[in-house]
């Protein structure tokens, strides 16, 4: 089972053995890391929005183009920003870590 880390808005680290195959935002609620999705993972949103750590970013595959617009939409982008919904836990991303921003931005709310 692939280990991963999510860096919580208090910078807490939080180390988890995660299933492989889930999206990021599924691992995320199932172990009640504070995630957003509100679009629940259908790439309608910039909710689920993570920094990718810049060691691991190269080992992600290449978004897709609905997923960098998605991401022009998000609060706090930086070059090593995904969405949380799009990235599948494998064991080739064994070590992942990844931080949530401080916001988010929930256009359903604005």
């Known amino acids: 089972m692939p280990k991963m ?3 919580v ?10 299933p492989e195959g889930l999206s990021l935002l599924e691992i995320a609620r199932q172990y ?3 995630i957003e999705g509100a679009c629940e993972g259908s790439l309608a949103c910039s909710t689920c929005h993570v920094i990718v750590d810049a060691e691991d970013f190269e080992r992600l595959e290449d978004p897709s ?11 706090g982008l930086t070059r090593t920003s995904r969405l949380g ?6 064991e080739e991303l ?7 921003p401080h916001e ?7």
């Open 5 to 7: 880390t999510f860096i």
């Open 94 to 100: 064994d070590g992942l870590t990844v931080t949530l």
């Open 65 to 75: 183009e609905d997923e960098e617009d998605m991401l022009d939409l998000a609060f």
């Open 9 to 18: 808005q208090s910078g807490e680290r939080v180390e988890i053995d995660a």
């Open 85 to 90: 919904c799009q990235i599948l836990l494998t």
């Open 104 to 110: 988010t931005r929930n256009m359903l709310f604005e």
């Open 32 to 34: 009640d890391i504070d």
